[in-house]
């Protein structure tokens, strides 16, 4: 005989009536609760609620309902899966900045411009320009006296720039990657975005329990590390009664020779 198809959720609440179809859509918006569902369908009796739930055709639609809403094992695995797949790669990108380039060069060039500096000056007017002169004046006197103590001294010149990459996190780069869904948290601080990722080292150890990958064991052994001694539990009661009996022969006088 060919069992009947079961129905679907769908089907079984539209052959509930009205009434009926509203308190179970108030149990299930109301975090399960019969009494909530009764309260909010106007029930005087909240008791009126469980009696509804026994009711052959309202409970295969609660539990249909509740078969639906339950996550089947295998996306139970894929959801975790996903979680550990995720590396910490996926939320940075690679961004390029410039840095400048110096090359060294005699300190003696720099005390000649200054010193063309304080000509040029001069040709303006020595009046005018004489806070100028004097401050490049100071200067020329502090090279002129680290070039004395070190005739060798040099100084640095920008010529240029370099190129350079630095990684960083990145939303943007969590979001093309498609790893946004591994976020716990975001916070804007003074400093920007700070985010914590869901752990993939968890997600991978409860991946590796389902495997069987970590079976935990304990080694048992007998006194002093040695094996464990597996003996007949007859065999030991015989050999403690040899014994009783041996120091009990042991403890009676000797008469012969009375």
């Not at 052959?15 to 009926?20: C, M, R, S, V």
């Not at 996306?75 to 400048?100: C, H, K, M, N, W």
Request: charged share 30%.
């Amino acid at each position: 005989m060919t069992e009947a198809p079961q129905k679907t959720a769908e089907e079984l609440g539209a052959a509930l009536n009205l009434k009926h179809r509203r308190f179970v859509e108030k149990f299930f918006e109301l975090g399960l609760s019969v009494t909530a569902a009764a309260k909010a369908c106007d029930y005087k009796n909240p008791s009126e609620g469980s009696r509804i739930c026994r009711r052959p055709e309202v409970a295969a639609y609660i539990q249909a309902r509740l078969t639906e809403a339950c996550m089947p094992a295998d996306e139970v695995l894929a959801r975790i899966s996903a979680y550990a797949r995720v590396t910490g790669d996926q939320f940075t990108e690679t961004q390029e900045y410039e840095v400048p380039v110096y090359e060294k060069r005699p300190l003696n060039l720099k005390i000649a411009g200054l010193e063309r500096q304080i000509a040029q000056f001069r040709g303006l007017g020595p009046e005018k320009f004489k806070s100028h002169i004097e401050r490049l004046e100071r200067s020329v006197l502090t090279l002129e006296a680290d070039l004395i103590e070190n005739p060798d001294a040099t100084y640095d010149v920008q010529v240029g720039t370099q190129v350079k990459k630095r990684v960083v996190p990145s939303l943007e780069a969590a979001q093309e990657n498609g790893v946004l869904f591994a976020l716990e948290s975001i916070e804007q601080t003074q400093h920007g975005l700070k985010w914590k990722r869901a752990s993939s080292l968890d997600a991978l150890t409860l991946v590796g329990k389902h495997h069987r990958l970590f079976v935990e064991r304990q080694e048992v052994s007998g006194p002093n590390g040695g094996p464990i001694e597996v003996t007949d539990a007859k065999q030991r009661l015989a050999e403690r009664l040899a014994a009783l009996a041996l120091r009990a022969r042991a403890a009676e006088p000797d008469h012969g020779d009375e």
